[in-house]
Nanobody
Framework: QVQLVESGGGSVQAGGSLRLSCAAS????????MGWFRQAPGKEHEAVAI???????TYRNSVKGRFTISKDNAKNTLYLQMNSLKPEDTAIYYC?????????????????WGQGTQVTVSS
């Protein structure tokens, strides 16, 4: 059974940093496409950063240069390092995974989801 458990969220001031983790079980993350998505109040899910099984990464324009997605296959864990955080980054952050080849910025493409972790950035 595939499970994804996010952690690392919290409250920070603008300019601060957080590192989100997504611990996976029931499969090997190296063989899956994975991504970080977020949902702010009143808004739809949006892709933040995705990484396919070959390690190709794609970032949302607004987070380029500030966020870094990475994965540790030995720990079966996906990470999102978030630096220079802005109030507009405030949202619930979710990790997602899917065994299909490739990757997508479309939330509906992913089969498995974590429960989410809250990130709040104050000005």
């Amino acid at each position: 059974q595939v499970q994804l458990v996010e952690s690392g969220g919290g409250s920070v001031q603008a300019g601060g940093s957080l590192r989100l983790s997504c611990a996976a079980s029931g499969y090997t993350i190296g063989s899956y496409a994975m991504g970080w998505f977020r949902q702010a109040p009143g808004k739809e899910h949006e892709a933040v950063a995705i990484i396919d099984s070959d390690g190709l990464m794609t970032y949302r324009n607004s987070v380029k240069g500030r966020f870094t997605i990475s994965k540790d296959n030995a720990k079966n864990t996906l990470y999102l390092q978030m630096n220079s955080l802005k109030p507009e980054d405030t949202a619930i952050y979710y990790c997602a995974a899917d065994p299909k080849n490739g990757a997508s910025i479309i939330p509906g493409w992913y089969k498995y989801w974590g429960q989410g972790t809250q990130v709040t950035v104050s000005s």
